[in-house]
């Protein structure tokens, strides 16, 4: 039988994968990929401890960060497209300019 | 059993996919792994009995973002060679540091969890929110109740194109007004930051204002 820990378990790898995704690559694009696994790790969380404890309202917030990662990848294409516009380039290491 | 079946080939195409969308070359190939990602959490969704957060999962995520992301991809067209180099040993280290996280928050679990009184077993869980949701736990209960409520269902849904095509009808608000009457002024909100979003971007983006 499906527990919630089943669920846990794999919203918990995927958050993961989607926290290396950002960490250990240089695309921007690939890291925007990686956050919105994130998020989707964390929709799967609501959602399951939603189901397990009774409560629907789960749900409810769960539609609301699925509006909030719209928003956030749309700013943040935007961005990729303004970076891309001034280095001609999507390595995020060119970006790294206030470091300098 | 066939829902546990269900599970774990939902999960093993999810981590997979999950994996492929972060590890590949290609950016586009990584947007395609991705939307393997999207489905396979939809599936997740439909079978914790959540079914109208699993068809938005695919409209929403796998409808409008990935197009986003697809075709800001193939609009800037970043030629092969000009991809960046990508550093191996961070594959290895990220990889193993991943293992190591899962290995640790398996193992000692955190002190904030809910009661093990508090949480349902799967049946338990399908009954309280039968009660909470037309669209739940269909699959458990007898069989004229499961046509009963397939029929509510799918009525709501003819009610909600009746009210586009104009026949008179009563039904999405009674469904929609408990589960989004606490959270209006939330939801009013979040309307105002996704036109935020969108005018911000277009201003981000314009060659001149």
């Known amino acids: ?100 | 059993m066939s829902e546990l079946i269900l599970f774990w080939c939902l999960a093993v195409l999810m981590i997979g996919s999950a994996i492929t969308a972060v590890v590949l070359r290609n950016p586009i190939n990584c947007a395609m792994g991705f939307i393997v990602t999207l489905a396979a959490v939809a599936g997740l969704f439909w079978l914790l009995d959540s079914r109208v957060i699993s068809v938005l999962q695919v409209l929403i995520y796998a409808g409008a973002i990935v197009t986003l992301l697809v075709v800001v991809i193939m609009l800037l067209n970043v030629p092969d060679e000009k991809l960046p180099q990508e550093n191996h040993v961070l594959y290895w280290v990220g990889g193993l540091l991943i293992l190591a996280f899962c290995i640790q928050a398996i193992t000692f679990p955190a002190g904030v969890s809910p009661d093990k009184a508090d949480i349902l077993t799967y049946e338990q869980a399908s009954m309280t929110t039968t009660n909470a949701t037309p669209q739940v736990a269909i699959q458990h209960l007898p069989r004229d109740q499961r046509i009963q409520r397939e029929r509510e269902v799918f009525g709501t849904m003819r009610q909600i194109s009746g009210r586009i095509f104009g026949t008179p009808t009563t039904g999405a608000e009674e469904h929609a007004a408990p589960r989004f009457g606490p959270y209006m002024l939330a939801f009013e909100i979040l309307s105002i930051l996704l036109l935020v979003a969108a005018v911000g971007a277009v201003i981000l983006t314009k060659r001149n204002l």
Do not use: P
């Open chain 1, 1 to 100: 039988m499906i527990t919630l820990e089943h669920y846990l378990g794999l919203s918990l790898c995927l958050f993961f994968i989607g926290a290396g995704g950002v960490l250990a690559r240089r695309n921007v694009f690939v890291m925007l990929i990686g956050i919105e696994l994130m998020l989707n790790a964390v929709n799967l969380t609501l959602v399951s401890y939603g189901r397990y404890l009774g409560h629907v309202d789960a749900q409810v917030f769960t539609l609301f960060m699925m509006a909030i990662a719209a928003a956030e990848i749309c700013v943040g294409l935007a961005l990729v497209i303004c970076m891309f516009k001034h280095k001609r380039s999507t390595t995020i290491d060119d970006f790294a300019t206030l470091k300098q």
